[in-house]
């Protein structure tokens, strides 16, 4: 596919109603998206959703929703077969997903690519199994009224998601959404639209009525208007601490609409003294250089026992400089580490590397420089003996930077993982599973591996404590998150 095509046709347009539509915002309201990998521009041509397409939007989604539309009285086995349908589409075009994806994100295919398509495949495969299973309750009449509990749709639900796993982030949005009867529209990030915009086919293809499923391009107005519309009835948000509080309190001052927030994390890995230790470093290093450190679970915090420390450290480093041979090209299949996403958070991370260096915030082990001569490519970065006040220590970098320290205590090890604003992911490395049970308790984390971190699987909660967010995706959790729970009482008296 070239960057001609990307510069016309659906990539320049909206998808509203089961409509490839030009937007009506303002025609130099555009966006301008980079191949990180060499820097050149994709394309000039992404539009900006204005008040009027959102509104546009939501009005069709609103018919789509009517009582009595063809969407409202489909049977459970009909909806199932339209996300079975569209999970079997996203297989057959994950190449090419795969590509619209890569060529403004920088992800090699078979190091992430690959496994997160196959993550929004198998959640609209997983939820579509849901459709006829998530039961209400009942409960007897012995006071003489039955009661009736029922799991009802929302409505109008916006997914604004991000641009670190754009179809991984549709597929936990979008699959729960639409399972449970909901309308859904689909805001793609500024700086990865190209794959939201060509699901518009894929959505008329799998036979979804209008306005069932939409999406519309855009950058944070965009979100800000689906935020505080009066007829969306929730957002769910994945994205930065600072938008998310944004996001709320729009959502709040409107018409109080539900939110889900994913807001990222530091998450921390403990590493005890008889941790199996080459399992322990090759989770550790994985965790921090998948998408280049761009993920929101990324291990960026690693805490190692005193007595395997030095031992720990060496083989991490070692670890690490082996994966700094294969950072490169993403179009190159041997590739596992990519650029990071555009020049903003290349000189953001670079900065921040700089500022810990000068400040002594830390000792830098290894990385931290920029390779190449084109691209916004990123030395995997190791800083050790950290001051806890750091920025570098304490704030979300989403690069290719881990700060590892020792501890001597278990006591120690937990006040210090959780004195930190986020509470996403961590993950304990020990042989010894009482210890392993009394530390996954104590951690204040939404999620924690034992011998394994970063890690997240499609039957289980995935959310976070504390300021890293609000609800939970995956599993019959975000069933829940979906729906509102009615009462309903008979009357058995007369």
């Not at 997160?116 to 609209?124: D, L, P, R, V």
Request: aromatic letters at 8%; one cysteine or more; a neutral charge.
């Amino acid at each position: 596919m070239s960057t001609d095509d990307l510069q016309s046709g659906i990539y320049t347009k909206l998808f509203i109603g089961n409509k490839v539509s030009l937007s009506k915002c303002i025609q130099d309201q555009r966006i301008s998206i980079y191949n990180p990998a060499t820097g050149a521009v994709v394309s000039d041509k992404v539009p900006i959703a204005g008040k009027s397409d959102v509104d546009l939007a939501v009005a069709a989604a609103n018919a789509a929703f009517a009582p009595n539309s063809r969407w409202r009285t489909m049977t459970n086995a009909d909806r199932r077969k339209l996300l079975l349908k569209f999970a079997d589409l996203l297989e057959r075009d994950q190449r090419k997903l795969a590509y619209l994806t890569r060529v403004t994100l920088g992800a090699p295919y078979a190091a992430f690519g690959k496994g997160e398509i196959e993550t929004a495949i198998e959640n609209f495969r997983y939820y579509a199994g849901w459709i006829d299973k998530f039961a209400g309750e009942s409960f007897p009449a012995e006071d003489g009224f039955y009661k009736i509990v029922r799991h009802e749709p929302l409505g109008i639900v916006a997914g604004i998601i991000p641009w670190n796993g754009p179809l991984a982030s549709t597929g936990l949005k979008a699959a729960p959404a639409l399972a449970t009867g909901n309308v859904f529209i689909l805001k793609t990030s500024e700086k990865a639209p190209l794959m939201g915009a060509a699901l518009g086919e894929l959505i008329i293809e799998a036979g979804f009525p209008p306005g069932v499923f939409q999406v519309l391009s855009g950058d944070g107005s965009t979100g800000a208007l689906l935020a505080s519309h009066m007829q969306v009835a929730k957002i769910s948000f994945t994205g930065s601490i600072a938008t998310g509080k944004i996001v709320q309190t729009l959502a709040a001052q409107s018409n109080l609409k539900r939110v889900t927030l994913e807001l990222g994390g530091k998450s921390p890995a403990a590493v005890f003294d008889d941790a199996d230790l080459e399992n322990a470093v090759k989770w550790c290093v994985n965790a921090i250089t998948v998408n280049s450190g761009q993920i929101c679970f990324a291990a960026s915090r690693v805490y190692v026992q005193e007595g395997i420390y030095d031992n720990f450290l060496n083989k991490f480093q070692q670890a690490m400089q082996e994966k700094t041979k294969l950072v490169g090209d993403p179009e190159i299949s041997q590739t596992v580490i990519g650029p990071v996403v555009d020049k903003a958070q290349f000189d953001r991370v670079i900065n921040i590397i700089n500022s810990a260096k000068e400040e002594g915030q830390g000792t830098l082990l290894m990385g931290g420089k920029p390779l190449g001569t084109q691209g916004y490519f990123i030395e995997p970065a190791i800083f050790t003996e950290t001051q806890e006040d750091a920025n570098i220590y304490k704030e979300e970098i989403f690069g290719p930077v881990v700060v590892v320290n020792k501890f001597r205590t278990e006591k120690e090890l937990i006040e210090r993982c959780n004195n930190s604003k986020y509470g996403l992911m961590a993950g304990v490395f020990t042989q010894d599973i009482n210890r392993a049970l009394r530390v996954s308790s104590a951690l204040e984390s939404g999620v924690v591996g034992v011998n394994c971190i970063s890690r997240i699987n499609i039957s289980c909660p995935f959310g976070g404590m504390k300021e890293s967010g609000i609800g939970r995706e995956q599993g019959i959790n975000a069933l829940h998150c979906y729906t509102e729970s009615k009462t309903v009482l008979i009357n058995l008296t007369y």
